[in-house]
Antibody, heavy 122, light 108 residues
Framework: QVQLVESGGGVVQPGRSLRLSCAAS????????MHWVRQAPGKGLEWVAV????????YNADSVKGRFTISRDNSKNTLFLQMNSLRAEDTAIYYC???????????????WGQGTLVTVSS | EIVLTQSPGTLSLSPGERATLSCRAS???????LAWYQQKPGQAPRLLIY???NRATGIPDRFSGSGSGTDFTLTISRLEPEDFAVYYC?????????FGGGTKVEIK
């Protein structure tokens, strides 16, 4: 079955960097677009970024543009989120999520990881 | 950016009752590209509905979605104990992808 396991979260000071990973298994990772979605404590969901199945296309939310970079390594079935210049408002659980149709980017999410908590605080 | 407004914020109902959740968009978007998710405390969201009315794999038929244009509805025909949770709508017809603020369905 589809499994997504995030890692790399933790406590980081404002202005510093952090890299999140999402290890995928149970499906052909290289065939699916992938997303990062975040959820601030006690708040709703916010889409962060998407990458196409082959890594050729990437889009970010305006709130993270210029600071966060999504990438993937299809040889290792792993999705990444490089987060630079972190701010207090980036504090959230970060989920990786799969786009549902192989080779086509739909924009909704049929499988989610359990999330990794990022806390930005001095 | 399309803003999704969900109502009510909280719905207090008893098991066996019908739940009707609303999601209204600030502007219409492509082809009913709307999804619904369920989230329980401490868990990741789970896809319930996509394309406004299509149930995702393994979702019971007591869950149904409807609507088009700017007004969408998630209906739970008879609430089971495991259905008490927070529900989010999400549009994928326009960039950026956006979510509603959520409706909490709680036990009355």
């Amino acid at each position: 079955q589809v499994q997504l396991v995030e890692s790399g979260g933790g406590v980081v000071q404002p202005g510093r960097s952090l890299r999140l990973s999402c290890a995928a298994s149970g499906f052909t990772f290289s065939a699916y677009a992938m997303h990062w979605v975040r959820q601030a404590p006690g708040k709703g969901l916010e889409w962060v970024a998407v990458i196409s199945y082959d890594g050729s296309n990437k889009y970010n939310a305006d709130s993270v543009k210029g600071r966060f970079t999504i990438s993937r390594d299809n040889s290792k079935n792993t999705l990444f989120l490089q987060m630079n210049s972190l701010r207090a408002e980036d504090t959230a659980i970060y989920y990786c999520a799969r786009d549902p149709v192989a080779a086509v980017q739909r924009g909704y999410f049929d499988s989610w990881g359990q999330g990794t908590l990022v806390t930005v605080s001095s | 950016e399309i803003v999704l407004t969900q109502s009510p914020g909280t719905l207090s109902l008893s098991p066996g009752e019908r739940a009707t959740l609303s999601c209204r968009a600030s502007q219409s978007f492509s082809s009913s590209y709307l999804a619904w998710y369920q989230q329980k405390p401490g868990q990741a969201p789970r896809l319930l509905i996509y394309g406004a009315s299509n149930r995702a794999t393994g979702i019971p038929d007591r869950f149904s979605g409807s609507g088009s244009g700017t007004d969408f509805t998630l209906t739970i025909s008879r609430l089971e104990p495991e259905d008490f949770a927070v529900y989010y709508c999400q549009q994928y017809g326009s960039s950026p992808l956006t979510f509603g603020g959520g409706t909490k369905v709680e036990i009355k």
